[in-house]
């Protein structure tokens, strides 16, 4: 199957937001992450209203799969937002479709470094995007406060031409 990555519109909201509810449930384990902070994860960051407000401050970017919402990508200038996959989706070149074109559209600002903030989960699948530890942070607000994040960065060459 092709992945086709584009522009996220109103019409992938809804998917948007259930591919980042179940993105939410799978790594909570994982990630250490306790019922009280998924629930307030899941009533703040996983609804429509999240979608819409992503697609407006960022640029969002779906992957599909035979016409199907299997992936997003929220990103600014410089920084990777948000990444999820569709768990039934992972490990079949979505993510890393999904990461390549926010690498190119950010080169193309100028920006360097690249960077991303990310639980433990998520820091194997940007290293080997070539992505390279630089520290951890901690959480100052909203449902993970006082926990950890994980910060990594890629140097972009500027293409010319």
């Known amino acids: ?20 509810g179940a993105g939410y449930r799978f790594i909570a ?6 019922d009280e902070q998924l629930a307030r994860l899941l ?11 992503i697609r407006a401050r960022w640029e969002c970017l779906v992957a599909e799969m035979d ?4 992936g997003m990508i929220a990103f600014s200038e410089d920084e990777i937002q948000n990444l999820w996959v569709h768990l039934d989706f992972h490990r ?18 100028g920006q360097s470094p ?6 433990g989960y998520g820091r194997p ?3 080997a995007m070539g992505m390279t530890f630089v520290g951890k942070r901690k959480i100052n ?14 140097m972009l060459e500027q293409r010319t031409g």
């Open 1 to 20: 199957m092709a992945i086709v990555v584009r522009r996220a519109t109103a019409a992938d909201d809804h998917a948007i937001s259930d591919i980042m």
């Open 29 to 34: 384990g994982p990630d250490g992450i306790t």
């Open 43 to 53: 009533r703040e960051q996983c609804t429509v209203k999240r979608a819409i407000d």
């Open 67 to 70: 016409g199907q919402v299997v």
């Open 92 to 109: 079949r070149g979505v993510g890393s479709a999904l990461f390549r074109a926010a690498e190119a559209a950010i080169r193309k600002t």
């Open 114 to 119: 690249m960077c991303v903030r990310t639980t």
């Open 125 to 127: 699948f940007y290293e």
């Open 141 to 154: 607000v909203g449902p993970m406060k006082g926990g950890k994040i994980t910060v990594l960065e890629k």
